[in-house]
């Protein structure tokens, strides 16, 4: 694709609005720390657009770009897609250098100092349940807070390493790369009384590609993620236990703390009054996990909106499901409105797909669906409000990257120290929660559009299986049938909410605990299983299409063969008109059977096919207006021959001519999906499958296609592809 990526401009132009400003930044910004955080996205809080969720994965997709600006931080304006970048791409982070931001830093810093005689939490006192215990050394605290957090599970040597083993325990890179960066901006809005230098610290671990080995599990995102933040706060300050990945000379290497300090020229920080407290009492690994995955579920929303298009098209399904009238007058949810827009503009150009329904009487389709299944034609009420629960998910996480929440905070302009719990991590949580479920809804309606893709008395007249010859011999997919079925109901059972398992903590201090690491971690596990879910269905729905190409060819050539051998074996005995009356019963009939019998081969098919119709034209015979003396059984037995074999032949020969073809003609047929389909067969390298059994030989595994499919939605590859089909 060499389309250039559609603007926010753009996008929201299409839906007759005007971009809107980005708010700046309250006057109290640059003189002391703001009361009230500013708007994040002005969009989200007036009447949601129709191209919302379209608009954040363009939006996302810029801020992944190799062009994109560094990342800036500042407390109040970082985005999932810096997270995204920074996390994955290791896009250059700062801090924001206006001195408004070292200024509120430096006062809390000063603020909390002026307090030390006090009884404040988590400086002076115990931690949790033990917050009634005192202390006069407040730096002493902070390295016991580390030392009963760092518990995670990990393995105990570099050996373990060294055989491959204990990374399965690890929490993944790029989660601990975001956590660090959200927590430094989360730091920055000057509550928490961290000191810039710390801040820098963290900085610079970004900069120079050092990332701390924290453990997967051991959180339940109450009091934030403390077990898993304890270990970026080890390693910063040099703890000789804490081990890190870094890169020496191109390999990345792991090796204790200490030592990426030295190699790296960093010094170690001496944790000061809360700053230990600072560091580990937040929801920046949740939030990290969560905006990870959120960001790949948007663009299997889009995938899962895709290919459900496609599968309209090898369908001959109808555009009319997804009618303006339908969606945007008669039922306006912002989401459906959504879904169906983006659908019927993939579809535009199609010429598989039904744009226009003609009118027929009542005889003439019996026997024929008079619209499409469920899970095609109601495909937008099903996935809108999906859509609709991502764009508020999204919108969650956007004020979570914004906020402060560790405890207790500081408010220098209010004089004040509060005791709170914005460390209680409900809107990941919430946020996971709704969006795993959308993935198993998501999941469940690609399968059932496979399904009926794949079999063959729903397929309207595509191979069984999806074989590309003999279906006696070739069942291409029906082992992705049953892998599809695997994964949706693993997707299902991945849909239960975490949230419901909370369990009594810490003393039952944390008697409530919301469990955001753990959803957050589930979710990517079933975005995981939906990419492989995904993958199989546009493996299927790229053979479909070519299959369906292949029909349309041999139809174009062979159907008006049938009025000329009518009219060589039957002018005798009808008239023109009566012939072209019999021509089109018989055309009609003969693919109403082929319909019937797509699990049979190719010869005996075409046989049954000019069986079956044969009482019609003894019934046209029966009937003639021009009588002869000759008699038609040999005629019509000779006919039926003729035919059967042309249709064979001719079969054969479009096959061939398909399968010598250096580039696929399919492409002619499609809509906007050709660019989804030429990414599959070309950018990817999955071609159409003929059969190991009619080649003579076993070729790459059918897996090994789907996997190539499913590596490059993994990779992110394919999203350009689709945000560009829909733009």
Request: net charge neutral.
């Amino acid at each position: 694709m060499t389309t250039a990526l559609p603007s926010a401009q753009t996008l929201l132009g299409k839906v007759g609005l005007t971009p809107p400003a980005v708010p700046s930044l309250p006057k109290s910004f640059d003189e002391s720390t703001p009361r009230t955080t500013p708007p994040l996205s002005p969009s989200l809080g007036a009447t949601p657009l129709a191209d919302e969720q379209l608009l954040l994965a363009s939006t996302l997709l810029d801020a992944v770009a190799e062009d994109a600006p560094p990342v800036s931080l500042n407390g109040f304006r970082l985005t999932l897609g810096d997270v995204v970048a920074t996390a994955r791409k290791g896009k250059k982070v700062k801090i924001d250098d206006a001195p408004a931001i070292k200024a509120r830093v430096d006062e809390s810093v000063a603020f909390l100092k002026s307090k030390l005689v006090n009884s404040v939490y988590g400086v002076t006192t115990g931690f949790g349940g033990s917050a009634d215990t005192r202390t006069q050394d407040p730096l002493a605290l902070q390295i016991s807070l580390l030392e009963h957090q760092l518990c995670g599970v990990l393995p105990d040597s570099f050996d373990s390493f060294a055989m491959g083993r204990g990374l399965e325990n690890a929490m993944p890179l790029e989660v601990v790369r975001g956590a660090m960066l959200i927590r430094v901006n989360s730091l920055s809005r000057g509550h928490s009384a961290v000191r810039l230098c710390v801040l820098e610290t963290l900085v610079r671990f970004l900069a120079e590609g050092i990332t701390p080995l924290v453990p997967l599990r051991g959180s339940i995102s109450a009091s934030g993620d403390l077990s898993p933040l304890s270990y970026i706060a080890g390693a910063i300050t040099g703890h000789p236990d804490i081990k890190v990945v870094t890169s020496i000379r191109g390999k990345e290497e792991i090796m204790l703390a200490p030592e990426a300090l030295k190699l790296h020229g960093i010094e170690k920080v001496v944790m000061g009054p809360k700053e230990g407290l600072g560091l580990v009492n937040g929801t920046a690994v949740s939030a990290s996990m969560a905006t990870l995955a959120l960001h790949d579920t948007h663009f299997l929303s889009l995938l899962s909106q895709a290919v459900t298009a496609m599968t309209v098209e090898a369908m001959v399904g109808h555009v009319g499901s997804f009618h303006p009238f339908i969606h945007d007058v008669t039922r306006p949810h912002p989401g459906q409105i959504q879904a169906a827009r983006n659908i019927r503009t993939i579809l535009s150009g199609s010429s598989f797909a039904v744009h226009k329904e003609e009118e027929l009487g009542v005889q003439e389709d019996e026997g024929i669906l008079r619209q499409d299944r469920y899970p095609l034609r109601t495909a937008a009420q099903w996935v809108g409000p999906l859509i609709s629960d991502l764009v508020s998910s999204h919108a969650a996480l956007q004020i979570e990257l914004n906020s402060t929440t560790d405890n207790p905070l500081i408010d220098v302009t209010g004089n004040e120290i509060h005791h709170g719990g914005n460390f209680q991590a409900m809107a990941v949580t919430n946020a996971m929660e709704k969006t795993r479920l959308g993935i198993q809804q998501m999941g469940k309606l690609n399968f059932a559009q496979m399904t009926e893709l794949v079999n063959c008395s729903m397929n309207r007249g595509l191979p069984s299986c999806l074989a590309a010859e003999d279906p006696s011999t070739s069942y291409h997919t029906k082992g992705l049938d049953i892998a599809a079925a695997a994964y949706t109901s693993e997707l299902g059972f991945l849909a239960n909410p975490v949230s419901s398992h909370v369990q009594p903590a810490e003393m039952s201090n944390q008697a409530v605990n919301s469990l955001a690491l753990i959803s957050a971690r589930k979710t990517v596990e079933a975005n995981d299983v939906l990419a492989m879910l995904l993958a199989t269905h546009l493996y299927c729905a790229c053979q479909a299409l070519d299959l369906r190409y292949l029909e349309h060819t041999f139809r174009a050539q062979f159907d008006p063969t049938i009025l000329s051998s009518l009219t060589q074996r039957f002018a005798s005995f009808l008239t023109s008109e009566e012939l072209n009356t019999l021509t089109t019963k018989l055309t009609r009939t003969i693919w109403r059977r082929l319909e019937q019998t797509t699990s049979v081969d190719l010869v005996p098919r075409w046989d049954d096919a000019f069986g079956h119709v044969s009482s019609l034209v003894i019934e046209a015979l029966s009937t003639a207006s021009k009588s002869s003396t000759e008699n038609p059984i040999p005629l019509l037995i000779q006919w039926r021959k003729e035919l059967a074999a042309s249709a064979v032949s001719l079969t054969r020969s479009v096959r061939e001519a398909f399968w010598s073809s250096t580039t696929s003609p399919t492409v002619e047929y499609l809509g906007r999906t050709k660019a989804l389909y030429s990414f599959v067969r070309e950018t990817v390298g999955v071609k159409a499958r003929r059969g190991d059994v009619f080649l003579g030989k076993q070729e790459q595994t059918v897996g090994s296609g789907v996997s190539k499919i499913y590596e490059s939605v993994k990779s992110g590859r394919i999203n350009k592809v689709l945000v560009d089909i829909m733009a």
